[in-house]
């Protein structure tokens, strides 16, 4: 117990710390994956096969409306008393946060909640209004179509491509996951996702920092 | 002018975006870099003269103090129509954010306020609240007094040596900046800090993305 004490105290001088100090730094609460029931249903359909196509869909979605707005959720689950970020996998290699483009007009939630139902519930659940969307934690733009994306935009990009934005979804103590069978969804440890640009991408490898300002309390249940 | 337009309905597009989907994503004003005055005052003493001295100091005020907890600060100002971050440099190689260790009892605002000052104003101004501290942007931990800093704490390390946490702090139209001698203040394009670990180390190398949920509007003056 004397070592767990240590860093306990730790923990809580710094939520008294945040309380204290009135800035805006939360709290979030994350269950162990076992809380959780995960289900396969229906392969969904790629719309690109390679990257020639994805870049040609984008010109053309992009000449017909404009800037592409992505939004994408950041969903945590417990393993080991240690963090772990909900990922796809597609076709064995590339990962993804869960998420997608929003239709013209359509605002970052309800496209969030959409996309979140089509790749993470069973598909007639009718259940969109259930992902608790919470805060934006970062934005990504993409400044040319074949560039990679980054978290700012220069003064000589006058027309970006994509504009990825993060978003923290809480989850509740239990929730069925029915995931389509071409799709992989894995839980991986923040720490080996942190800096691995290698194996996750910037955007990916980059979110354990952006967490970091939240206090990530493990719930026994 | 077109091509401006264009940019400038995205970035529009974007704040309304985030007004109606009422989450907190804020705002930053930034100034250009000719609206800040630069002197000099005498030098700084630098507790440690080589690492082993820096981490003997760590552990004997962990012995004393426990967990060391310092605070910097993310200061932006625009220079070439790009956000430019505050670093100070240390004997032409080390570059540092603004701040430094916590007193024991002290608040995380009013320990940054006072190192802002030290640093960064003349010593005699007495202008510690003029400095404007903002959220916390994120908080990194040293595991053990050898270690790196890490964006998580991990469930096997019970007692951590230090927890670094960054915060905003937004700059007035004008002011002086009065910086000791034996440091340098440099102005650094968030362009060239990112992702640059190997020159600005993981926490500076990290802002950009720390920063990219913010709409950063540059202020003409």
């Known amino acids: 117990m004397g070592d767990d004490t240590g860093v306990e105290t730790a923990r809580a001088a ?6 204290s100090s009135g800035d805006n730094r939360k709290e979030v609460d994350i269950y162990p994956l ?6 396969s249903k229906e392969a969904i ?3 690109d096969e390679t990257l020639s196509d994805r870049v040609k869909r984008m010109k053309s979605n992009f000449a017909a409306y404009g800037l592409r707005t992505s939004v994408e959720a950041v969903i945590l689950v417990e393993l080991f008393k240690h963090p772990h970020i909900l990922l796809l996998q597609v076709r064995n290699s590339i990962f993804k946060l869960p998420g997608g483009r929003l239709r013209p007009g359509e605002s970052d939630i309800d496209g969030l909640r959409r996309k979140l139902s089509r790749k993470l519930s069973a598909s007639d659940a009718g259940d969109e209004a259930e992902w608790e969307v919470g805060e934006c934690l970062g934005m990504w733009w993409r400044h040319d179509f074949e560039t990679l994306l980054y978290p700012y935009l220069p003064p000589n990009v006058k027309k970006p491509k994509e504009c990825a934005k993060l978003f923290l979804v809480r989850l509740p103590e239990s929730r069925k996951f029915i995931v389509p ?3 992989k969804l894995l839980a991986v440890p923040l720490c ?8 996750y ?3 990916i490898s980059g979110v354990p920092q952006l967490l ?4 990530i309390n493990i719930v026994d249940t």
């Open 181 to 183: 069978q071409n799709l």
């Open 212 to 215: 970091s300002k939240f206090s």
């Open 34 to 39: 076992s809380c959780y029931y995960f289900g």
């Open 45 to 47: 359909v790629f719309k």
């Open 201 to 203: 991408g910037p955007v």
């Open 192 to 199: 080996q996702v942190h800096e691995n640009q290698k194996t």
């Open 14 to 19: 710094e939520l008294n710390d945040q309380s």
